[in-house]
T-cell receptor
Framework: EDQVTQSPEALRLQEGESSSLNCSYT??????LFWYRQDPGKGPEFLFT???AGEEKEKERLKATLTKKESFLHITAPKPEDSATYLC???????????FGKGTSLLVTP | DAGVTQSPTHLIKTRGQQVTLRCSPI?????VSWYQQVLGQGPQFIFQ???????GRGNFPDRFSARQFPNYSSELNVNALLLGDSALYLC?????????????FGPGTRLLVL
């Protein structure tokens, strides 16, 4: 059964304190690994799509990487406005449905 | 370009009632998927539609149904509402026929069942 697990569940950082969020996946035939940001009460906002192990993508203070079993979302020198829930999802060769983890709730304090 | 739009934004219903949620995809996107997100959890897949046909269904009861129209917009219907149906309902669109797998989400409809 396809499974996506995110850790930690919650993370509190000081402004400027870099860290990484983890997403472990067990998917038969990975089509894509996706990262989204979600603010309270809003829909997920697309960040990155990764397709193959070794791939990396960057956007401002965020960098996503992919291995055969995990993906990491690295946050460099975060700011309070980076506070949100970060969701990881994967889909497989069996279809286009996204299988989501429970998310990591990130709080960045000034 | 406008993103995925959903209506209504909020809805309050009572147990046993029926509800219809609406979604318009990004222009040029022909595939629409529906997800349910309860508080503190990641979204769960309900349906995917492409070219007006159901292409995938998640583990939800038959009280949930959907359809897609010729203009690629979509409706999600839920009958005989239960308290446990209270959630944020999300619509996502995708452009099939390319190597692009990304699904883009709308703002969601918050459903409260009393």
């Amino acid at each position: 059964e396809d499974q996506v697990t995110q850790s930690p569940e919650a993370l509190r950082l000081q402004e400027g304190e870099s860290s990484s969020l983890n997403c472990s996946y067990t998917v038969s035939g990975l089509r894509g690994l996706f990262w989204y940001r979600q603010d309270p009460g809003k829909g997920p906002e697309f960040l990155f799509t990764l397709y193959s192990a070794g791939e990396e993508k960057e956007k401002e203070r965020l960098k996503a990487t992919l291995t055969k079993k995990e993906s990491f979302l690295h946050i460099t020198a975060p700011k309070p406005e980076d506070s949100a829930t970060y969701l990881c999802a994967a889909n497989s060769n069996s279809g286009y449905a996204l299988n989501f983890g429970k998310g990591t709730s990130l709080l960045v304090t000034p | 370009d406008a993103g995925v739009t959903q209506s209504p934004t909020h809805l309050i219903k009572t147990r046993g009632q029926q509800v219809t949620l609406r979604c318009s995809p990004i222009s040029g996107h022909k595939s629409v998927s529906w997800y349910q997100q309860v508080l503190g959890q990641g979204p769960q897949f309900i349906f995917q539609y492409y070219e007006k046909e159901e292409r995938g269904r998640g583990n939800f009861p038959d009280r949930f149904s959907a359809r897609q129209f010729p203009n690629y917009s979509s409706e999600l219907n839920v009958n005989a509402l239960l308290l446990g149906d209270s959630a944020l309902y999300l619509c996502a669109s995708r452009r099939p026929g390319t190597s692009e797998e990304t699904q883009y989400f709308g703002p969601g409809t918050r459903l409260l069942v009393l």
